[in-house]
C-alpha cells in the first residue's frame, strides 16, 4: 500500500483546509485509514481514524466537532475536512493505513504500517 497525502497550506485562525490521501495498491474501505499530525518539538498525535468496512469513526479530543474524515471509494481517497482552525493546529499531518488493527489499537501509531509522506499545516493568528 502507498498512500499519497496532500493539501496542506497556510489558513489563517477560522478558517478551513482539506486533507486528501489517496491510497494504491488496495482499496480503501479495506483499511482503517487515519489522520495523525505531529507539531514542532512535539510527539505525533493521533487525530482521527475511519475504521475499515463499516466506516465507523473515532475522533482524538483535539480536533474533535471541527474536523472530519470522509472517504470516496470511487477515488481511492480519504479526506480530512478541517474547520475552524486554531494556530495550535498547525503541524505536518500525515495519513496513515492498516488492514489489521483492532478497536483498542487505533489511537496508537504503531499499529499503522503504511504511512504517507505528511503535508504541512500552518494556521496563523
Known amino acids: 500500500v502507498q498512500l499519497q497525502a496532500s493539501g496542506g497550506g497556510l489558513v489563517q485562525a477560522g478558517g478551513s483546509l482539506r486533507l486528501s490521501c489517496t491510497a494504491s495498491g488496495r482499496p480503501v474501505n479495506s483499511l482503517d485509514m487515519a489522520w495523525f499530525r505531529q507539531a514542532p518539538g512535539k510527539e505525533r498525535e493521533f487525530g482521527v481514524v475511519i475504521r475499515r468496512n463499516g466506516g465507523a469513526t473515532i475522533y482524538g479530543d483535539s480536533v474533535k466537532g471541527r474536523f472530519t474524515i470522509f472517504r470516496d471509494n470511487a477515488k481511492n481517497t480519504v479526506y480530512l475536512q478541517m474547520n475552524s482552525l486554531k494556530p495550535e493546529d498547525t503541524a505536518v499531518y500525515y495519513c496513515?493505513?492498516?488492514?489489521?488493527?483492532?478497536?483498542?489499537?487505533?489511537?496508537?501509531?504503531?499499529?499503522?504500517?503504511?504511512w504517507g509522506q505528511g503535508t504541512q499545516v500552518t494556521v496563523s493568528s
Open positions: 496513515a493505513a492498516s488492514g489489521t488493527s483492532i478497536l483498542s489499537s487505533v489511537r496508537n501509531e504503531r499499529a499503522y504500517a503504511y
